[in-house]
């Protein structure tokens, strides 16, 4: 049916969930009011990847300087100015910010930007308390959360008031370090905590588990033991107790031992940002962590209610917010698109690189699928070999019966680069035969993928280069 005027879509949130799916809405023909309280561009551009990447990337080359494994280069401590690293930074931040987002919305007569919190008063009317705190009503056929996540703070006995950091003011810090302890074991914590070690900070990381604890448990352990030796004092399966700050320094008491140092970095996940929305009241269901509960249209229990990125229940990666408000919009607007993250590759940030895709042997057991898998470590790889780095392993995950590949667990250098071709492989049902016999480029880490393939048939010490 022929509506007599545009569709109205309220979007609470302005990151990347929010704009991909303003932009597709606004291509459809609907009237779009995005609603946001602070920066737009989300956590992503603003105080997440754009910098985390920059400030690892900076500490990767600085750490290559002083420890690379090539004869006849000499070695030298490099000097550092984190003050000027972080103004370059901050300029790109800034510049992608307004280049990606701000100026876009120029471009879009039917987006319109409002400053301010939102919140529901029912199930399609929004009150958005604006900077001046009046507060004004806003009602929408439809109405789409992308309100993301925000630091989780541990209730820890003497936090409060203390000056500990979160990624946010880690990244931004112009000083660094002497000692930082980090309290966490996932993705923020190594990756963050690698690179303050290579910028010359002494770094303790504590884990109240393992390393990387919901991935292949091969990866946490050989990832301890790489960042140990590059010289990170890790603490797993422990418990911080109590922190003081006496003014120069915290004083962490972690199970029988007590920790100092000048910065304390809280690492311990991610909080999503629901709880003034009045979500319960109007009946929109969360889980226990207040993430909003979707389904793969990214629908909510409550019609006309959706949600997207990393407020919601999906993994919270910035490139499934973007596909996730995208499929959102066609949906508000009368289409029928599914998000499929059964494919979805994951990568962190540390040096060797953590890259998955697909089911772990743990997952597929719990699946009830009957698996077959092979570990290739590095120094099989003719590329690792010429780099003179055979950190990691490429491991495999098959279905025993048919050899259909299920997952991929890889810890290699730029091991993020290879990902999306096992990816590919297991979205198009590919066998470990199949992957055995296709052509991959020497001398490439690439190569490794056909290398692990072919070590379900043949033992890959006896093969020459290149072997087909």
């Not at 990847?49 to 750490?63: D, E, G, T, W, Y």
């Not at 980090?182 to 910028?199: D, P």
């Not at 991959?440 to 087909?468: M, N, R, W």
Request: glycine share 10%; with cysteine; aromatic share 4%.
């Amino acid at each position: 049916m022929r509506r007599d005027a545009p569709l109205n879509i309220a979007i609470i949130g302005g990151g990347s969930a929010a704009f991909a799916a303003a932009l597709r809405a606004a291509d459809a023909g609907a009237a779009v009011t995005l609603i946001e309280s602070g920066k737009v561009g989300g956590t992503c551009v603003n105080v997440g990847c754009v910098p985390s990447k920059i400030m690892i990337r900076a500490a990767h080359l600085a750490h290559l300087q002083d420890h690379h494994s090539f004869a006849g280069l000499k070695k030298n401590t490099p000097a550092i100015d984190r003050a000027r690293m972080v103004a370059q930074q901050q300029a790109r931040v800034e510049e992608l910010r307004r280049t990606k987002y701000e100026e876009i919305l120029g471009g879009y007569a039917d987006i319109k930007l409002v400053r301010g919190y939102a919140r529901f008063k029912n199930a399609d009317t929004l009150l958005i308390t604006r900077p001046d705190g009046n507060t004004e009503e806003l009602c929408a056929d439809r109405i789409l959360i992308a309100t993301g996540r925000s630091p989780s703070i541990p209730d820890i006995p003497g936090l409060k008031g203390t000056p500990y950091w979160t990624s946010t003011e880690a990244l931004a810090a112009t000083v660094l370090p002497k000692h930082v302890i980090i309290y966490g074991g996932s993705v923020v914590a190594v990756e963050l905590g690698q690179a303050f070690l290579r910028l010359g900070s002494r770094v303790t990381l504590i884990a109240r588990s393992t390393l990387l604890p919901k991935e292949d448990s091969a990866i946490g352990a050989e990832l301890k033991a790489i960042l140990e030796n590059e010289g990170m004092h890790i603490i797993i399966n422990s418990v911080i107790g109590s922190v003081r700050f006496d003014g120069g320094q915290f004083k962490i008491e972690a199970d029988t031992q007590t920790l100092s140092a000048d910065k304390f970095l809280l690492a311990t996940g991610r909080t999503p940002n629901t709880s003034e929305l009045n979500l319960s009241e109007i009946g929109v269901s969360t889980d226990a962590q207040g993430a909003v509960t979707v389904d793969e249209h990214m629908r909510t229990n409550v019609p006309n209610i959706y949600a997207a990125g990393d407020c919601t229940n999906q993994p919270q990666f910035v490139y499934v917010a973007a596909a996730a408000g995208t499929r959102a919009a066609i949906n508000m607007t009368g289409g029928d698109a599914a998000l499929d993250l059964a494919t979805m590759p994951g990568v962190i940030f540390t040096d060797p690189q953590v890259a998955t895709v697909g089911l772990s042997e743990m997952q597929a057991s719990a699946q009830g699928i009957t698996t077959d898998s092979r570990m290739l470590t590095l120094d099989h790889v003719p590329r690792a070999l010429a780099n003179f780095d055979t950190r990691g392993f490429i491991k495999m995950v098959v279905e025993k019966e048919t050899g259909r590949l299920l997952g991929v667990q890889v810890l290699a250098a730029e091991g993020g680069e290879i990902i999306m071709t096992a990816a590919l492989a297991l979205r198009h049902g590919l066998t470990v035969s199949d992957l055995a016999g296709e052509l991959f480029p020497y001398l490439t880490i690439a190569e490794g993928l056909k290398l692990c393939a072919q070590t379900f048939s043949k033992d890959v010490k006896q093969l020459s280069c290149c072997a087909g």
